[in-house]
Nanobody, 126 residues
Framework: QMELTEFGGGLVQPGGSLTLSCAAS????????MGWFRQAPGKEREFVAA????????YYADSVKGRATISRDNAKSTMSLQMTSPRPEDTAVYYC???????????????????WGQGTQVTVAS
């Protein structure tokens, strides 16, 4: 079993910066896929970014590519998402997720993640 807890979020000004963190209750060295997803009111949960291990290869949704950076520190069992120039359309509940046995072809698919955090609200507004 793995528990995930998100930190960060809150009210962010457009054009500012945003940092979200996720802490896992177990070591993440053997967790293949870890990712961030988000869900806005009235919309389905969507992929934001993911990072695979081993290798540290990263994947981003087109909507955040160039503005977001995902990273993970397996020694600390943490994962982070940094976003520059957030926009009002980035407003959503953000979730971290883990798929210990995840494969490359499912890195963007929420239904293939086994563990989820409780979510943290991000509101981008002036």
């Amino acid at each position: 079993q793995m528990e995930l807890t998100e930190f960060g979020g809150g009210l962010v000004q457009p054009g500012g910066s945003l940092t979200l963190s996720c802490a896992a209750s177990v070591r993440t060295f053997n967790v293949r896929n870890m990712g961030w997803f988000r869900q806005a009111p009235g919309k389905e949960r969507e992929f934001v970014a993911a990072i695979r291990w081993p290798g540290g290869h990263t994947y981003y949704a087109d909507s955040v590519k160039g503005r977001a950076t995902i990273s993970r520190d397996n020694a600390k069992s943490t994962m982070s998402l940094q976003m520059t120039s957030p926009r009002p359309e980035d407003t959503a509940v953000y979730y971290c997720a883990a798929a210990p046995g995840g494969i490359l072809s499912t890195v963007r698919a929420p239904e293939h993640y086994d563990y989820w955090g409780q979510g943290t609200q991000v509101t981008v507004a002036s």
